[in-house]
C-alpha cells in the first residue's frame, strides 16, 4: 500500500536554529498537509497546500514557517528559527481529492534544546 | 467553529469485550469523517472513512456510523484484542483543508 514518507524520524536542534523536514506523498495526490502534535495535546492543522501554493494556515503558522514543493516528488516544512516551544511531533499528510481520506506519514519528532 | 469532543478519554477492559468510542461535533457541515489509530510516539494509521453521504464503515472488527443531524460518530471495535491497546482518534473534515481532530480516546485491552 502507497506511504508517505518522513525523514528523519527524530531531530534534535538548538533554540534559534533552523530546520526543514522532509515528506514525501503519495505520487497521485494533490493535496498536501502538515500538522503538528505537542506532547499529550490534539493534533492541530498548520498548512495545507494544493497546486503549488498555500490554500490555508492555521495562526500558528506564523512567519517562521514556509513550505515548498521544491519538485514532482518532496513537500517540506522549515521553520526558521527555532524556538523551545516548536519541540512536538509533525506529521505530513496527502490525498487524492477533497472527498477522500488521509493519508499520514510517521511523522518527525522534533526537539529544541 | 468546529468543535470535536471524544468519550470516554481512557478506557482499560478485559480481552473479548466489545466496545464503543463515541465521538460528537458541532457542526454537521461536514464533508467526511475519519477515523485513525495511533500507538504511542508514532504516527496515524487510518481506520475508516466515513463520507457525508455515507451511515457507516466496517473493516474487519471495526465499524464506525455517522450520524449528522446529531452530530454523532461512534466506532464500534468487536471482541477487543490487546492488539487493540492505543489511542483512537476521530477528525472531521470540512471542506477542502483541514482535519480538525479530537482528543482521543486511550484504549487499554488486557489479557
Known amino acids: 500500500e502507497p506511504e508517505v514518507t518522513q525523514t528523519p524520524s527524530h531531530q534534535v536542534t538548538q533554540m534559534g536554529q533552523e530546520v526543514i523536514l522532509r515528506c514525501v506523498p503519495i505520487?497521485?495526490?494533490?493535496?498536501f498537509y502538515w500538522y503538528r502534535q505537542i506532547l499529550g495535546q490534539k493534533v492541530e492543522f498548520l498548512v495545507s497546500?494544493?497546486?503549488?501554493?498555500?490554500?490555508?494556515k492555521s495562526e500558528i503558522f506564523d512567519d517562521q514557517f514556509s513550505v515548498e514543493r521544491p519538485d514532482g516528488s518532496n513537500f517540506t516544512l522549515k521553520i526558521r528559527s527555532t524556538k523551545l516551544e516548536d519541540s512536538a511531533m509533525y506529521f505530513c499528510?496527502?490525498?487524492?481529492?477533497?472527498?477522500?481520506?488521509?493519508?499520514f506519514g510517521s511523522g518527525t519528532r522534533l526537539t529544541v534544546v | 467553529k468546529q468543535e470535536v469532543t471524544q468519550i470516554p478519554a481512557a478506557l482499560s477492559v478485559p480481552e473479548g469485550e466489545n466496545l464503543v468510542l463515541n465521538c460528537s461535533f458541532t457542526d454537521s457541515a461536514i464533508y467526511n469523517l475519519q477515523w485513525f489509530r495511533q500507538d504511542p510516539g508514532k504516527g496515524l494509521t487510518s481506520l475508516l472513512l466515513i463520507q457525508s453521504s455515507q451511515r457507516e464503515q466496517t473493516s474487519g472488527r471495526l465499524n464506525a456510523s455517522l450520524d449528522k443531524s446529531s452530530g454523532r460518530s461512534t466506532l464500534y471495535i468487536a471482541a477487543s484484542q490487546p492488539g487493540d491497546s492505543a489511542t483512537y482518534l476521530c477528525a472531521l473534515s470540512g471542506g477542502y483543508n483541514k482535519l480538525i481532530f479530537g482528543a482521543g480516546t486511550r484504549l487499554a485491552v488486557h489479557p
Open positions: 499528510a496527502s490525498r487524492t481529492g477533497v472527498s477522500d481520506g488521509y493519508t
Open positions: 497546500f494544493y497546486n503549488n501554493e498555500i490554500s490555508e
Open positions: 505520487s497521485n495526490h494533490l493535496y
